[in-house]
């Protein structure tokens, strides 16, 4: 089985998963062997392998007494900030493999949700809760212990970020008008997660105007998200764009099929009559 052929089927898997069950990191690297279909995925595992067994050694090596939830942020700085040397790119944010968990692990650089998902699977790996926010424009995460609660940036050395940091975060990606909302705080799945990793490459390439390249990211996306209405609705404005009608209207079929929306699917039906129209 090729690697292109492995990532697909390793999404398919996901796509079938219950939420709770869907490992970020794997499917990260799925994701990204999609893109660079030559690399070779064992290398990149035996990473993410030595990343839990340096958080197992350092809990291992503590006194459980001395466990909190300072103490396990300490735990998280030390082994993917210092030990392993990843930070986020502030130099080339906007530079595509920066989303692409293969290059993020090869130049220890990237965007907020690639390095979340990081994060994500170290702590989760010692049995922590951490999950990623809501928050607009920025990923973020969230470790608990006890009922104690504090925020990560993994962008910025998994640094603790307060009510006052992250309104000023806000102002700078949304606008001096923007104010912090409860919404913003809201846990989000790990679909969400990954669907949030993915955006990120195909709106770069929704800016480049490379529609066929949005179109095979977003094919990736209906992988491990095959029941998600938005992105067979997107999927087929694009395909209509692209002047690929039939399979447009597919797509948009199966959003019909998917979505609770009524004014979407009045609209969507509308636009079907006129795309079967311009087939005939």
Do not use: C
């Amino acid at each position: 089985m090729s690697n292109r052929a492995e990532a697909r089927e390793i999404l398919r898997r996901i796509g079938d998963q219950p939420d709770d069950e869907i490992d970020l990191a794997e499917a990260a690297l799925a994701l990204g062997a999609l893109e660079l279909p030559n690399a070779d995925l064992a290398p990149y595992r035996a990473h993410i392998r030595a990343i839990v067994e340096d958080m197992a050694a350092r809990v291992a090596g503590q006194d459980p007494a001395a466990d909190s939830l300072e103490v396990r942020i300490a735990h998280l700085h030390a082994v993917i900030g210092e030990r392993h040397g990843y930070s986020g790119d502030h130099d080339t944010y906007d530079d595509l493999q920066n989303a692409n968990l293969l290059r993020v692990i090869d130049r220890r650089r990237g965007l907020p949700v690639a390095l979340g998902i990081l994060y994500m699977h170290a702590a989760r790996s010692q049995g922590w809760p951490m999950v990623g926010l809501n928050f607009p424009g920025h990923f973020l995460v969230r470790i608990e212990k006890d009922g104690a609660r504090a925020i990560l940036d993994p962008f910025n050395e998994g640094q603790t970020r307060s009510v006052v940091d992250l309104r000023d975060l806000l102002k700078a990606t949304a606008g001096s008008a923007a104010e912090l909302e409860p919404g913003h705080y809201q846990p989000v799945s790990n679909r969400d997660v990954l669907l949030r990793l993915q955006n990120n490459i195909k709106l770069r390439h929704l800016s480049a105007h490379e529609v066929p390249k949005a179109l095979e990211v977003l094919e990736a996306m209906r992988l491990f998200a095959p029941h998600e209405p938005a992105l067979w609705r997107e999927t087929g404005l694009l395909e209509a764009h692209a002047g690929n009608l039939k399979d447009a209207i597919t797509a948009l079929e199966t959003f019909m099929a998917l979505t609770g929306d009524d004014h979407h699917r009045h609209q969507t039906a509308s636009l079907i009559q006129q795309l079967k129209n311009r087939l005939n």
